[in-house]
């Protein structure tokens, strides 16, 4: 977050924290940290956009499976988008102090 106690949206940034697309048990990529939320959103939209086109071109075209492909994959990167922008709106309980510490 760019600020301690943001006001806007506008204000808060994505956390980088989320991976997709996974090989061999590892994440091949995560979201970007630091792209202000709206931007993020906006793009998540026009991922979901095109998935949505790809998977109707993939229940009319019986002879290739690559629309559908097409369609997994770019669900999976505005799933991610959006889940991180999740994690940032979302406000983490309190950190309390461990019996080591007290």
Not at 55 to 78: F, I, Q, S, V
Request: charged share 25%.
């Amino acid at each position: 977050m760019s600020k301690a106690n943001p006001s806007a949206p506008s204000d808060l940034k994505t956390i980088g924290f989320t991976p997709l697309i996974y090989c061999s048990d590892q994440a091949l990529f995560n979201v970007r940290a630091g792209v202000p939320i709206v931007e993020a959103l906006s793009q998540a939209s026009d991922l979901l956009f095109l998935a949505k086109s790809f998977a109707e071109d993939a229940a009319y075209a019986r002879d290739t499976d690559r629309h559908a492909w097409a369609a997994h994959y770019l669900t999976a990167m505005g799933k991610a988008v959006i889940d991180d922008v999740v994690k940032v709106l979302t406000p983490r309980p309190a950190r309390t102090a461990t019996e080591s510490e007290e």
